[in-house]
């Protein structure tokens, strides 16, 4: 059983190939173009997947060494996502199951991130509890099977990985941010700074408050206790505050937003327990919480998995794997399935 994949949610356009539940091929095509923006442009994104689905689909196929002949199914990002970016991979599937007369997978790329767990040969046993971290959401599901989920936790406003990017947006670093605070906090001290961690019940996050502790913090320059804007300090001295002191704080901050994010893990799996942990998402990629996330769970005895780096980051081979298991149960939609902005 043979799947071709096409993920297109924000700005990388990504092409996969699986058979039997192997990745064969996992190309991805970056969109450089919003770098200059300081952040995603939607209208730019969209334009450029359709610059790029055609080679990148091209590619996947040479590499996996099957002909589109041999694809038995279209997988593709349904939702969520930035809606002019789905639509342009979405209207191509469809394209392509009309053309080639094959069924259509939708899938959901939350619930892809959480899969992509299951592409290694070591993989959690179900039950298994996922922490989904990116920029646009942090949840914790807890998954019954590969089709089977439920949210026990999620973001009741700002996502971790917005948490990482406005801090870097705030620390003058170029986008996107959040890997050179990840970056920058390895030669720091994450005890050199205090930022506070929301008391929210559950197992849900917050992280709204925490961006406006930042905010204050660098606006006064370190020197004042209280988060107030009474208390800011002049660009100069700003400025200076964050040259010479760039690697604590990205250490410091990083070690907050972790310590958030474990925190409600470890909650949620004693609570439930549940001892197969995993992360996913753009976020995951951070070095600063997979070590975290290891060590928590050779402390606490739990077993603990982590995919690759390219099926952290927004990819097609979670949503071909994903296929796969949709495929198996005989999961297919129809043409008038509509892309969605929001979803899961």
């Known amino acids: 059983m043979n799947i071709l994949a096409i993920e297109s949610s924000c700005d ?6 699986c058979s039997n539940g192997a990745i064969l091929s996992n190309r991805i095509a970056t969109q450089a ?3 200059a923006h300081g952040g995603v442009v939607p209208e730019l994104a969209s334009r450029a997947h359709m610059q790029n689905i055609v080679p990148v689909v091209d590619v996947a196929l040479k590499e996996s060494g099957l002909p589109l002949t041999d694809i038995d199914a279209i997988a593709f990002t349904q939702a969520p996502g930035l809606i ?3 639509l342009v991979g979405g209207q191509f599937a469809k394209s392509l199951s009309v053309a080639m007369d094959k069924p259509l997978i939708a899938v959901n790329h939350m ?5 992509a767990n299951l592409i290694p040969d070591q993989k959690p046993s179900f039950p298994f509890l996922c922490l989904t971290v990116s920029g646009g959401h942090t949840q914790i599901v807890k998954c019954l099977a590969p089709t089977r989920m439920e949210i026990v936790g999620e973001t009741i406003d700002d996502a971790a990985g ?8 705030l620390l003058g670093l170029p986008y996107p941010g959040g890997p050179l605070i990840d970056k920058y906090a390895k030669d720091g001290d994450p005890n050199r700074f205090r930022f506070p961690e929301p008391k929210i019940p559950g ?3 917050s992280f709204s408050g925490l961006k406006t502790a930042i905010l204050y913090f660098l606006r006064n320059a370190g020197t004042a206790q209280v988060y107030k804007e009474e208390f800011a300090a002049t660009e100069e001295a700003r400025k200076k505050f964050i040259d010479e002191n760039l690697a604590d704080i990205c250490a410091s901050i990083q070690s907050r937003i972790i310590t958030i994010l474990l925190n409600k893990l470890s909650k949620a799996a004693r609570d439930l327990g549940i001892k197969d942990l995993c992360i996913a998402g753009g976020v995951s990629a951070n070095s600063g919480l997979r070590k975290a996330f290891k060590e928590m769970g050779i402390e606490k005895g739990w077993n603990t998995f982590i995919p690759d780096f390219q099926y952290c980051t927004d990819n097609a081979g979670m949503i071909a794997i ?3 298991y949709k495929y198996l149960e005989k999961d297919f939609a129809t043409l008038d399935v509509p ?4 979803g899961f």
């Open 12 to 17: 990388e356009t990504s092409a996969a190939v």
């Open 33 to 35: 173009v919003h770098a």
């Open 84 to 86: 002019g970016s789905l």
């Open 111 to 115: 619930q892809a991130h959480v899969l």
């Open 162 to 169: 917005e948490a990482f990017d406005k801090a870097a947006k």
């Open 203 to 205: 197992y849900n996050f």
């Open 322 to 324: 994903t296929g796969y």
């Open 339 to 342: 892309s969605m902005a929001r």
